[in-house]
């Protein structure tokens, strides 16, 4: 009978917290300029950096595979990936980060480079713009 009036108690306070609960509520969209623009490239290359290692480390084991292979002549009774060291896979690991954080850096450049040179050109239509006595600015058909 105890077991029965504390699982009624327990079920009614259970509802009645549903009751009082937080509102359902979005939160606001993000702005565009609400995050300085250098944290937006380092986290775009830290996505790039991130997202090539495991195509980078799939191929650097291959390479590797390959290279090993070869030193023995490309004996068939070679097997292929099952006999690395600790340091041969620290090695392999150490590359492919390397190669990873080219391909975060290079695109990062990239990015860098292709932002200065539409900067440049808006300052030279604004510029131009101006002299002709239109408003500054793109507007949004030729953006």
């Not at 609400?34 to 290692?53: C, H, K, Q």
């Not at 492919?96 to 480079?113: A, E, P, R, V």
């Amino acid at each position: 009978m105890k077991n029965k009036i504390v699982s009624v108690l327990l079920i009614l306070s259970l509802m009645t917290s549903l009751l009082y609960g937080q509102e359902d509520t979005l939160p606001a969209p993000y702005k565009p300029d609400e995050f300085p623009t250098w944290t937006l490239d380092l986290r775009r290359a830290e996505i790039v950096t991130l997202g090539s290692f495991p195509i980078s480390f799939m191929l650097t084991a291959l390479v590797y595979d390959i290279v090993k292979a070869a030193e023995v002549r490309f004996d068939p009774a070679y097997p292929f990936g099952s006999n690395r060291s600790q340091d041969d896979i620290k090695t392999l690991l150490l590359v492919s980060g390397g190669i990873s954080l080219t391909i975060g850096l290079t695109d990062f450049i990239i990015h860098q480079i292709k932002r200065a040179k539409k900067n440049k050109e808006q300052r030279i239509l604004d510029e131009q713009r101006k002299n002709n006595g239109e408003p500054a600015g793109l507007t949004e058909n030729e953006s």
